[in-house]
């Protein structure tokens, strides 16, 4: 894998999510969505990606999300979710009760020097740069609720570098 979407804060925005995946079609080798999926209808586009998936504050019914998250292969899990992609290490998360706490949480985590790149949600901000040798990731909202845009970050995983896209 060299090329991941990353993206969080989808709230049930239908035509955002279906632009998402028009726009990233095969040019991607996977998904990090950083929680605020909302309903598992929405969990049912991303079939036949593969999707690596925390819950957010407003995911409501998890048992159901859970479910279908399985019935359609995606991996999704509480807060933190660790993973390995390319040899990179990922710690993903969707965010803190305050943009302030999800700031020190990111912080902490970036500044550990366990991980590669550190991705969260939450603030529906989009946050982009180095903390130490740590890269962290927030792409904003999807949704483009409560944000002026919709947006997604790709990230090579070879350089480490990202590029924020708008849909």
Not at 6 to 17: F, G, K, M, P, W
Not at 36 to 57: E, M, Q
Not at 94 to 102: C, F, I, M, N, V
């Amino acid at each position: 894998m060299k090329r991941i979407a990353i993206i969080s804060d989808t709230h049930d925005n239908l035509d955002a999510v279906n632009a998402f995946l028009a726009r990233t079609g095969g040019s991607i080798d996977a998904i990090i969505h950083a929680g605020d999926i909302v309903s598992p209808f929405t969990l049912r586009l991303f079939k036949g990606f593969k999707v690596y998936a925390v819950f957010g504050n407003n995911d409501g019914e998890k048992l159901l999300l859970a479910k279908t998250a399985e019935n359609v292969g995606v991996v999704l899990e509480e807060a933190p979710l660790f993973l390995k992609i390319n040899g990179r290490s990922i710690a993903v998360i969707h965010g803190a009760s305050t943009p302030e706490k999800t700031e020190q949480l990111v912080e902490a985590l970036a500044r550990s020097g366990l991980f590669d790149i550190v991705v969260y949600g939450h603030t529906h901000r989009v946050d982009v740069r180095k903390i130490g040798e740590t890269l962290v990731v927030n792409p904003g909202a999807l949704s483009g609720y409560l944000a002026t845009t919709r947006t997604f970050a790709v990230v090579d995983l070879e350089k480490l570098s990202v590029e924020v896209i708008e849909v």
